[in-house]
């Protein structure tokens, strides 16, 4: 089965309406690109900051001052390349996993009182389309997907 472009279309209207949504709705106790750095940082492991620039779709400059600022504020720290000892890596610390989680545990009780508030049917297809959606972003890109900034 082929989805229509329409059908993806708006699909990818209402993620972006539901990710807008949730950034207003909890409080921004950091930057969108310093948790999604963080995020990064956390389930890959540690990224070299050229690496990390690559994967985040920005410049290594501006790379270069995020990784300041997360060190800075003790949520990232810079460590010994094992494979290079003249490179570093860039590793997310405690204190940056932990406000990753209180993000998502901010966004999951916003979450939590808009969902009770939709019908036990919706509620189900909600919770039935959670395998899909996994799937879709754990893959990696196929050949000629785009970058964040495109």
């Not at 209402?14 to 409080?27: A, E, K, N, Q, Y």
């Not at 956390?42 to 994967?55: I, K």
């Not at 405690?94 to 209180?102: D, H, N, Q, S």
């Not at 966004?107 to 297809?125: G, N, P, W, Y």
Request: hydrophobic share 40%; net charge neutral.
């Amino acid at each position: 089965m082929s989805m229509r472009l329409a059908d993806v279309r708006a699909l990818a209207h209402g993620v972006d309406r539901l990710v807008l949504w949730l950034r207003r709705s909890t409080p921004a106790e950091y930057s969108s690109s310093t948790m999604s750095a963080l995020d990064r940082l956390q389930s890959e492991g540690p990224l070299r900051v050229s690496e990390l620039a690559r994967r985040e779709a920005m410049t290594q400059p501006g790379v270069t001052v995020l990784v300041n600022r997360l060190a800075e504020s003790e949520l990232a720290e810079r460590v010994p390349d094992p494979t290079d000892g003249r490179a570093s890596l860039v590793r997310i610390t405690a204190a940056g996993v932990e406000a990753i989680t209180r993000r998502h545990d901010a966004r999951a009780s916003v979450l939590r009182e808009r969902i009770a508030a939709l019908t036990e049917d919706d509620q189900q297809l909600i919770l039935a389309a959670l395998p899909a959606i996994e799937r879709l972003v754990s893959e990696p890109p196929t050949t000629g997907a785009r970058g964040r900034n495109s």
